[in-house]
């Protein structure tokens, strides 16, 4: 009888065994598919939309927590508990485990100029329920007339005698190569020939050269930025801002004609405008740049305009310095007069002047290869929301010029857009000319 008992009690201990292994056979699958499809977006970055446009880009960052390679995923947008759009999005590159990244979505506008909190959630992912423990996010969405176009400003603090400072160099160049309409150099020289005194309380502050400073919001720290910049740019502007300038007869005086319209109403903040003035190409044979990168192959590669500097002596005669900062207004505290009025209203345009006296400036070498660069200031931040830079067109310009009949001695040297981008030919819109007798010319090409 005891024997029996034993084994009684064995053959239940084995049924029981095997009936908690069945369990975990039968519920492992179901445990692994909801480890199998978990997508997590994060909070959206700001998008704006054009009112009458069917939908805009927005950017969404997600993150693959699941244990399957993710190809596609469903996503659902909604405002105030009300969806609004649900689509399939198919990744352009396979998402690993662990895998983060950056996708565009479509964002449809509101049915006003508004601001408004969106919500985004995954729903599916590669077509399977969406286990996420948190598979939403917020994205902010401007509903706007316009979308502005922001443009990254970035300030290099150098010196000739600064053998670090090559590198500030080469990423201003490569910036410049690669984002000739949006990007905007301003090089601060300190204790050297093309030290700028209006800079000098803002150029106190900095500490190590070189110091490259985007939209003074970031430093820049490596040997190229073009993924800082990309960043930057994707942030967007609340405001559009554009600015035209001429000479005087004497060409002594420049005028300065910037333009800023909200196309969003701002929260709490008030908003100056800056100014300065730079100069490409300045050199003289006296002058010496000192450079650490001399035959330096480990930083060899990274970009051509690096090249240049481990390609080049210890100590560079008659570098050329592209924009150099040669005036400057407001650039530590915006006048009074440069504040942008308030209230702001949404697509107004406020109109500003300002009129650099270059008569007796040191430091400016030749007046074709000056630019006009407008900064607008967040007094609260002190960071650079948007800027706008152009060249110089003579006072006494039409809407349509040209060389007249029998004036073949006078022949075009460099053609620009209105931006101050320089082209080689011809391009649809306006184009700012200079010709060999000093003029500089509008020509309005339309076609």
């Given amino acids: 009888m005891y024997f029996q008992i034993i084994t009684n009690n064995n053959m239940l201990k084995t049924f029981y065994i095997q009936l908690l292994a069945l369990i975990a056979i039968l519920c492992y699958p179901i445990n692994l598919s909801a480890d ?8 959206g970055r700001k998008v704006y939309v054009p009112i009458h446009a069917k939908s805009a880009k927005g950017l969404l960052s997600i993150t693959n927590y699941g244990r399957v390679t993710v190809k596609n995923f469903t996503y659902k947008l909604s405002h105030n508990g009300v969806v609004i759009l649900e689509q399939k999005h198919v990744m352009k590159e396979a998402l690993p485990r662990m895998g983060v990244a950056t996708v565009e979505i479509d964002v449809p506008p509101h049915s006003q100029l508004s601001e408004t909190e969106l919500q985004v959630e995954i729903t599916k992912v590669n077509g ?54 949006d990007f905007i150099g301003i090089a601060i020289h300190i204790s050297d020939p093309l030290k700028c005194t209006d800079y000098a309380w803002q150029a106190s502050n900095i500490r190590n050269l070189p110091t490259l400073q985007m939209n003074r919001s970031r430093d820049l720290s490596s040997f190229i930025a073009t993924n800082e910049f990309e960043e930057e740019k994707s942030m967007g502007a609340d405001m559009d801002v554009d600015v035209s300038a001429q000479w005087d007869k004497q060409k002594t005086n420049i005028t300065v ?3 800023v319209t909200f196309r969003v109403s701002p929260k709490d903040a008030s908003y100056a405008l800056a100014y300065v003035l730079t100069e490409d190409g300045m050199s003289k044979p006296t002058w010496s740049q000192n450079n650490i990168y001399s035959g330096d192959k480990s930083v060899l590669g990274i970009s051509e305009e690096m090249n240049k ?54 430091l400016m070498q030749d007046k074709t290869k000056l630019k006009v660069c407008v900064l607008l200031i967040n007094l609260s931040t002190k960071k650079i929301e948007n800027a706008a830079k152009c060249i110089i067109t003579d006072g006494s310009a039409t809407g349509i010029s040209a060389v007249e009949e029998g004036q073949n001695t006078v022949i075009e040297l460099e053609r620009y857009t209105l931006e101050g981008r320089r082209i080689h030919n011809p391009q649809k819109g306006i184009n700012i000319v200079r010709y060999s007798d000093g003029s500089v010319r509008r020509e309005i090409v339309t076609h």
Avoid at 36 to 43: G, I, R, V
Avoid at 342 to 356: A, G, M, R, Y
């Fill in 128 to 181: 399977e329920l969406n286990r996420a423990t948190i598979p939403y996010a917020n994205l902010p969405r401007a509903t706007v007339t316009k979308v502005p176009r922001r443009r990254v400003v970035v300030e290099e603090y150098t010196g000739m005698w600064c053998k670090y400072c090559p590198r500030g160099i080469a990423v201003m160049e490569n910036l410049e190569k690669n984002y000739p309409e």
């Fill in 309 to 362: 500097f481990v390609n080049s002596p210890s100590v560079i005669k008659g570098l050329h310095n592209n924009f150099s900062a040669i005036a400057a207004k407001g650039v530590y505290t915006p006048a009074v007069e440069d504040y942008v009025k308030t209230p702001i209203e949404i697509d107004k345009v406020q109109s500003f002047k300002h009129v650099f006296d270059i008569a007796h400036n040191s």
């Fill in 36 to 43: 199998d499809y978990s997508l997590a977006p994060s909070t």
């Fill in 257 to 259: 004609t910037p333009r």
